[in-house]
């Protein structure tokens, strides 16, 4: 099975295509295309690490400083209702946002959150077809794979190799001594 973490030079083109069709496809749909819906849908199509609304809301700002974080958690929601976002929200965390609304899975660090879009094209083909599981209707499917990120694994290792360390100068030291 084929596990492709999806890099800069794949997810560049994508979100400049993206951007380039977002009037006409918000006007074909009815919905005003603003100012601010465009700094919005531009910053997060930009951005490859997910972000939460307040970090959207703190670049928007900085061409848009009237703006306000309801009108940024608002504009998101509305996306996300069209098709043009999608929320990647897990289980005791914030909501994060994503521009990328092709078939993907993510991989999350358990540590610093972190979270990468992931391309798994033979669990994509699983589904591929299926309209119904049991009593359930298919809508979609988003596999998170839950991992430690490169710095946070260094981290781990440089704090373990520290405490055998720790244990090993503990234990050449006598009997009695402190």
């Not at 199509?45 to 939460?52: D, N, V």
């Amino acid at each position: 099975m084929e596990l492709q973490l999806v890099n800069e030079r794949r997810r560049a083109p994508y979100a400049a295509k993206r951007l380039s069709e977002f009037a006409a496809r918000c006007r074909k749909g009815g919905l005003a295309v603003t100012p601010q819906r465009l700094a919005i849908i531009k910053v997060l199509l930009s951005s490859a690490e997910h972000p939460r609304a307040d970090a959207i809301f703190a670049a928007v700002r900085a061409e848009h400083p009237t703006i306000s974080l309801a009108t940024v958690h608002r504009t998101l929601e509305t996306l996300c209702e069209i098709g043009e976002a999608r929320k990647v929200t897990m289980l005791h965390d914030s909501a994060r946002y994503d521009g990328n609304i092709t078939p993907h899975h993510h991989v999350v660090c358990v540590k610093c959150r972190r979270i990468r879009d992931i391309e798994i094209p033979e669990l994509d083909r699983v589904l591929q077809g299926r309209s119904q599981l049991g009593e359930f209707t298919v809508l979609g499917s988003s596999l998170e794979i839950q991992a430690l990120c490169e710095s946070c694994e260094a981290e781990r290792a440089r704090a373990s190799s520290g405490k055998k360390a720790a244990r090993g100068k503990a234990a050449e030291r006598p009997a009695g001594s402190q």
